[in-house]
């Protein structure tokens, strides 16, 4: 903000009038009536909010102890500006009806200098050259009229001189004073002719009769001679792209700009350019006229018809009314305009299924625009457009498929080959060309190809199991390469049409996944009946799905009637029915068909014998329950019954969970005891799947395990023999076994007879 600090009072006579933030010695006598000279406290200036009956005060009253000497402080005003009333009794501030003495408005001092071209007009030269061909203008847009009438209310520009000098005249302008009336005020032109060349800076300041003041903003220009130039941004340019030359010379004078170098295909001068007219019989020709700063930029482009090669190009001038002024000068600057080149690639592995979006990339720093068309069975010989492949025509852009090439020279399109009903599987060559030529006129074209390979779009599927137990989900899982989002599973079995308890033919419609797979679960199938159930998965390839059910009869192109009454048909008959209309010759979705059995759970457990008591072994079994299914294996001794109160119970126990696993032909399932603590007893094994509610069990026996002897080596010692003389007796009669032998064998007897009986 400015700061007025004048030597002088200025005095306040009227109510309404304006004073400046940062003014001092301001004589407000009028304004608080004449107070004595020796008053400490003459009153208060306030501002308000709204209306002043409502006397909501913004910020705290200024208070006003010399009338005749007063200073406006920015830190007192605090950013409050606009009417403040005059109060000389405190308490009247906030009284609604006490009175005030006046009002004065303040404002925030503002100056702008600005130094013009010529005498009229509005175009800055702020940082810009000028020749001493020209004049110019100093220009203050202020609000300090409130100040005019005083003698401080003239600002005075001075400049300083590139040598370092400050003056307050340039030239023979004489003293550059403002006087700050209105909002606006200008010196005299300034001519420059004669004043030396480098750069100026001038600020407007206030009178020598005021302190501390802040000037307003500096501006600078720069007196340069008036020889004409010209530059050019690039010093080769890749044919397709533009550059821009930047002419030098007298401020806002017109010149004579072109392309010097001979031939047809010349860079041309973009239209519609700001001081540019370009020559309506040669768009490589234009009068071009100078800004302010005596500078102005031409942009050319290039095309692929520009030929590759060096050009001139030439600035001359000044010129009035198309005519050289006798101190014409002129220059010239050369471009090499070059080839550029193309490429070309298909993302992915090379090989697509009809139906899949392709990306077509590359690079082209031969045009800004690259033009797309491809070969291949049975499409026109010059080629076809991508999208709708109709044949391309030379010089025909519309006809090709037109891609933007980016700043960086990159350019890419997706390429969404389903939406191209008549294209067949096979090879096709993609052209990326820098014109907009066909395949048989190249010559002398940028151009780069890339091949691809169709395929047609396919389903497979797969369901989890052959043969499903009732209470188990049926999983069916597939691939779907193509355009599908979705796939149709249509399931028939018996009262069954695709959905548990649904009166209606229910048709799936689970997604595909970006990888192409795509699952579908029917749960609930302790629901359904057992037997065998018909499944059809159908693709819709490019065209959408031909065939599909409103619930009950079958809809589509490939319907040879109207009343084929699905609900009406045995599973397999609508299964059929489904089928003959996909083979329709109007249909080109693809199927797949799978079935499988849903029959009662069954658990079975294999034969398990005799065990020995303290052995650890394993019980196995088969079951149609799916892979993965959980099983809970309990097994019980006998002997687990109520006890008396401090007998201790002989009952022993293993229990746990399996998982079912695959099997050849049947899944399997296993379970290992740890009988180490089992007492010999006759045990049960029972096996139970809770989700199916499917059990089984089977007894079997823990015996006494058999203890092992091991024979120890009786080492035998060599004797003499020595003959001995044979003598005859008589024989013993035998006797028959003993009692305590009897008792022993009725023992073992006793013992065999309670383990078969356990048996």
Known sequence: ALVIAPAAARTIEDTGSTIYVGEENLNLNALFGYPAEDDDLVGYLAHFSGNINDRNVVGTPIKVSNARNFALTEEAVGGSTGIWYAFTNLANITDHNGDWNGTVFVQEPAANLRVLLGDSGTTSVDGQSVTRANSIR???????????????GTMQVRVTLPGGGTVSALGDSGELNL?????????????????????????????????????????????????????????????????????????????????????DDLPTIKPNQIGVEVDENDNSS??????????????????????????????????????????????SVKVRVEEGTVTVVASGTGTYYVGEEITLSGTCTDNETVFLYMTGPNLGAGGVNLEDLDPVENNLPGTFTEVDVEADDTWSYDWTTGNLGALESGGYTIYAVAEPKDRNSLSGVKYATTSVQLRPGFVTATVSGATVAAGDDVVITGTAQGSADDVRIWIFGKNFYGEVGSSTVVVNEPSVEDDGTFEHTIDNTDSLSSGQYFVIVQHPMTGGYGVGTDG???????????????????????????????????????????????????IFIDAIGDKAAGSTFTITGTTNLATGDQLMVEVTSAAFQPTAAGETSAFSSDSGTVEVQEGDGVNTWSFEVD?????????MVTVESIETQTSTSANFNVVEAVPTTQTTPVETTPVETTPVETATTEATPTQSPGFGALLAL?????VAFLVLRRD
């Open 286 to 331: 234009a009068t071009v006229k100078t800004t302010a700063g005596g500078t102005r930029s031409v942009e050319f482009s290039t095309g692929t018809s520009t030929e590759a090669r060096t050009y001139t190009i030439e600035v001359e001038g000044p010129i009035e009314d198309g005519v050289k002024a006798d101190n014409s000068k002129t220059d």
């Open 138 to 152: 100093f220009q203050i847009d202020h609000n300090l009229a409130g100040l005019n009438g005083s003698e401080y």
């Open 675 to 683: 009988a180490s603590s089992f007492k010999p007893d006759q045990y």
């Open 179 to 263: 006087e700050l009336t209105g909002q606006r005020v200008n010196t005299t032109p300034i001519s420059l002719a004669g004043l030396g060349l480098g750069t100026y800076t001038a600020r407007a300041v206030w009178p020598s009769n005021s302190a501390d003041l802040t000037d307003s903003n500096a501006v600078t220009f720069e007196i340069v001679s008036g020889t004409v130039a010209i530059t050019s941004n690039k010093d080769t340019v890749v044919r397709g792209n533009s550059f821009t030359v930047t002419i030098t010379g007298e401020s806002e004078t017109d010149y004579w700009l072109n392309v010097t170098t001979a031939g």
């Open 552 to 602: 009950t009869y079958l809809t589509g192109s490939g319907i040879p009637d109207d009343n084929v009454n699905l609900k009406n048909m045995p599973a397999s008959e609508a299964a059929n029915a489904v089928i003959n209309a996909l083979d329709s010759a109007y249909v080109d979705d693809r199927y797949t068909k799978l079935t499988f059995y849903i029959e009662d759970a069954w």
């Open 746 to 750: 009725a023992g073992l007897g006793a």
